[in-house]
């Protein structure tokens, strides 16, 4: 989707904030019942939800900052 004009880009009824969020949980959400599934550590969950995390910073921040 990038170099899409706005106009073609999908909208979310939520906000960004809270759609970067519910995609956050979601993804931890299904990565640890993956792993529960298959007896993989715990810190595969842990590794997943800090890259989650910082991957939803980034998007925020870019988000926010075409937005101003």
């Known amino acids: 989707m990038i ?5 073609l880009l999908p909208r ?9 969020a519910a995609w956050l949980v979601g993804s931890i959400w299904l990565v640890a019942i993956v792993a529960r599934a298959f ?3 715990g810190g595969i969950v842990g590794a997943t939800f800090a890259a989650g995390l910082v991957a939803g ?12």
């Open 3 to 7: 170099g899409l004009p706005p106009s």
């Open 39 to 41: 007896g993989a550590p």
């Open 12 to 20: 979310s009824p939520l906000p960004p904030s809270l759609s970067i």
């Open 57 to 68: 910073i980034a998007e925020w921040l870019a988000i926010g900052r075409r937005q101003r």
